[in-house]
């Protein structure tokens, strides 16, 4: 099965914020959740880079395993998404999580954060049907079921953000450090995926 | 042709055009003729090269500028998330059973050898009054919200691995929504419930001689002797600072877990978390300590809480110092007959 | 065992006067949303 994940390739960003933009639209995300966003390292400075970050959908995903009632699963394709019934609100996966992904509708808790919302990788989620508009109202898009990939990914206009098998876009992203002749790294996946891409 | 073999080659050869760039790079270090040379710092900003994965060495976590005013969301990578999950799953679950469970198995043990300390005769018919109907309020306040605190906080660490087998995924996390609850909303009267006690008891609780003395002499746990103490002796006093400073520490990196990010950032939220957690842990191994004395461990300690009044035999084995002022005060010499 | 029972009352009676006063300054994460971010002024 396929392993999916992203890579931003932060020497082709330019931080346009069109995924963070398409993000939002394709998932009608709530206002003040950003699911995506991009971080500008260096701004203004030698050495600037953008790198656009999400959910990573990590192996043994940090999330996972400190949530205190256990509301996360892993689908085939590796995604991690997770149950919005069951979830308390505690914020313990934005604790755990190294790519700030998991997010809250309210700011201060006092108990009632309510429920956390991240990056489904357009996968929805575990209520009603694939795609059905319970399942969107509460999780966004379900473009997976489709056949369709995350649509940050298909519509970067760079094609600095990847989306798709790991191996796939690792072999991608070598060709193209190859070519060109230097890459600063595959952003993240040492942290989330324990592997990084050598070229 | 294997594919391990492709990827080798690849690997070669970026290895190879990695070590020629960084060649070219230090050789010719403004190679495009018109251009201005590198400016004396040495940096040629058009040539800096970023590695994710140097910066991570140099500093932990990454964070950059957004767009967006949620300035949570502008570190980019914290790998040390990764360490606090690895500390939750592992060491943290081994405390908790060591402070819970092996706190219980130790009374246990001590009760089993030494039964419930009696009142040497059995208890008398005169009574003292011990505490007041405000020091009683005061501190069963504390007591009753202490006892949820400890019982949600506990279901966050452990409840996954033990209540959830059992509820099921439903229940379980009906019930923590409640706990939590409860937790974050019982915290209030139990903070002024430390406050009230601090300022009423401060006063017997400041350590003297008498309480080095009480220490030497074993606190009348080992052997029959009963050491002279005044209204708290030496091991209450310990009991009474732990509470005082667990329940401080607890308030002050509770209310940090409980607004979120307004006054630290990721990596102190972890810490307060770490604190929070671990100081608590320590907390109820005390506690129980001190509940189990205070119960089913000791005759006649229980009804200093139950209705203030003390039977005289127990509060001259037990304090005698205070015993002999309270009757002298009173002028007393034929107590109140027990109800 | 009055007072235990009296602590008890101000306990739950506390926790709820918490939770309405602590409800009433919750702050939804959209505010302040609308402003955005502007970039600073460069060095
Ligand atoms: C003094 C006021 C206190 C405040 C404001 C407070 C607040 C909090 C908060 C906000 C959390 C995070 C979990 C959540 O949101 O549900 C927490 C966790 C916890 N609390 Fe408290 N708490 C207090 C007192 C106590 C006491 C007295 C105990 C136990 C004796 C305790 C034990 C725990 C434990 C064990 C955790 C879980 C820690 C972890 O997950 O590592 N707390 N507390
Ligand atoms: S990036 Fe964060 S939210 Fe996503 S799987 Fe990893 S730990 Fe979980
Ligand atoms: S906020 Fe929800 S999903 Fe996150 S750890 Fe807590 S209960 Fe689990």
Redesign the pocket.
């Given at each position: 099965m396929a392993r999916m994940k992203f890579l931003c390739d932060a020497d082709r960003c330019i931080e346009c914020n069109a995924c963070v933009t398409a993000c939002k639209n394709a998932n009608e995300v709530p206002w003040g959740i950003n699911r995506r966003r991009v971080v500008t390292i260096n701004d203004g400075k030698p050495g600037e880079r953008s790198v656009s970050m999400a959910c990573m959908h990590c192996n043994d995903a940090p999330c996972a395993a400190v949530c205190?009632v256990d509301c996360f699963y892993t689908t085939a394709d590796a995604v991690v998404l997770h149950n919005k019934d069951l979830c308390i609100g505690?914020?313990?996966c934005f604790y755990a999580c190294p790519f700030g992904a998991p997010q809250y509708p309210k700011l201060g808790?006092f108990?009632s954060r309510g429920k956390m919302d991240k990056c489904t990788y357009c996968s929805g989620g575990p209520e009603g049907a694939d795609g059905s508009p319970a399942e969107f109202a509460r999780y966004g898009a379900n473009r997976m079921a489709e056949g369709k990939l995350p649509l940050c990914a298909e519509m970067c206009s760079t094609k600095s953000l990847l989306a798709g098998d790991g191996e796939i876009i690792a072999q991608i992203y070598k060709e193209r450090v190859l070519k060109r002749g230097y890459g600063s790294g595959s952003w993240g996946w040492q942290t989330a995926y324990q592997e990084s891409i050598n070229v | 042709m294997s594919s391990l073999a492709l990827v080798k080659r690849i690997v070669l050869a970026g290895v190879f055009a990695l070590s020629m760039h960084a060649a070219s790079a230090q050789t010719l270090p403004d190679d495009s003729a018109g251009r201005p040379a590198a400016p004396a710092t040495g940096l040629n900003t058009d040539k800096v090269e970023v590695h994710e994965q140097q910066l991570l060495g140099e500093m932990r976590k990454l964070q950059g500028f957004i767009t967006i005013p949620d300035t949570r969301a502008a570190t980019l990578v914290q790998p040390d998330g990764r360490s606090w999950r690895d500390y939750?799953r592992g060491p943290?679950l081994w405390i908790t059973a060591a402070c819970v469970l092996g706190m219980l198995a130790l009374l246990l043990v001590f009760y089993a050898v030494k039964g419930e300390i009696k009142i040497a005769g059995g208890r008398g018919t005169a009574t003292l009054l011990r505490f007041g109907a405000f020091e009683r309020f005061m501190h069963w306040l504390t007591a009753a919200s202490?006892c949820i605190?400890?019982i949600?906080?506990?279901n966050?660490?452990a409840g996954r691995a033990v209540l959830l087998p059992l509820m099921g995924n439903d229940a379980f996390s009906l019930f923590s929504t409640w706990a939590?609850y409860s937790?974050?909303f019982l915290?209030f009267p139990?903070?002024a419930g430390?406050v009230l006690m601090f300022l009423v008891w401060l006063r017997h609780n400041i350590p003297n001689k008498i309480d080095v003395e009480w220490f030497k002499q074993g606190g009348g746990f080992i052997g029959n002797k009963h050491p002279p103490s005044e209204k708290f002796n030496g091991g209450q006093k310990v009991v009474f600072w732990i509470v005082v400073l667990g329940?401080g520490a607890?308030?002050v990196t509770?209310?940090a877990?409980?607004f979120p990010f307004y006054v630290t950032d990721i990596t102190g939220m972890q810490l307060a978390?770490?604190a929070?957690?671990g100081v608590?842990?320590l907390?109820?191994a005390a506690?129980l300590g001190h509940i189990y004395i205070g119960s089913v461990g000791m005759e006649g300690a229980f009804d200093a809480m139950k209705d203030g009044r003390v039977d005289l035999k127990w509060a001259r084995e037990h304090h005698s110092l205070w015993a002999a002022k309270e009757l002298a005060k009173s002028g007393d010499t034929s107590p109140h007959p027990a109800e | 065992m009055r007072m235990f029972l009296l602590a008890v009352v101000v306990m739950i009676a506390g926790g709820i006067g918490a939770k309405v006063a602590l409800d009433t300054i919750q702050i939804p994460a959209s505010v302040g949303f609308s402003t955005g971010g502007a970039r600073p002024e460069p060095e």
């Open positions: 205190p505690c914020g313990y808790n108990g | 939750r943290l202490w605190l400890a949600s906080g506990l966050v660490v939590k937790h974050n915290a139990f903070i430390i329940g607890l308030t509770g209310l877990l409980m978390q770490l929070h957690g608590a842990l907390m109820i506690m | -």
